[in-house]
């Protein structure tokens, strides 16, 4: 069973910047895709950033050009550096990674506000 824990949110004000950590319990190597998921309030879940083993990056329209994902293979993290946040940026993030299965962490909150 794979662990994930992220860490990182907090409230920041709009503008302000935050960056996400997830650390996994095991080589980053073995899954084929990781990356960052987000839920807000009455919302469903939706797709932020995800990086391919490979080194492909996709990143939903809403956060391009303002959230990187990076993954740390020494560490086995995957970080998820955001910039220019907005009030609309606030919600639960999740990481994940596939393997043969998705994998989840509990979630980590962030808020955007004045």
């Known amino acids: 069973q794979v662990q994930l824990v992220e860490s990182g949110g907090c409230l920041v004000q709009p503008g302000g910047s935050l960056r996400l950590s997830c650390a996994a319990s095991?080589?980053?190597?073995?899954?084929?895709?990781m990356g960052w998921y987000r839920q807000a309030p009455g919302k469903q879940r939706e797709l932020v950033a995800v990086?391919?083993?490979?080194?492909?990056?996709t990143y939903a329209d809403s956060v391009k050009g303002r959230f990187t994902i990076s993954r740390d293979n020494a560490k086995n993290t995957i970080d998820l550096q955001m910039n220019t946040l907005k009030p609309e940026d606030t919600a639960v993030y999740y990481c994940?990674?596939?393997?043969?299965?998705?994998?989840w962490g509990q979630g980590t909150q962030v808020t955007v506000s004045s």
């Open positions: 990086v391919l083993n490979g080194g492909f990056t």
């Open positions: 095991e080589n980053i190597f073995s899954f084929f895709s």
């Open positions: 994940y990674v596939h393997r043969s299965l998705d994998y």
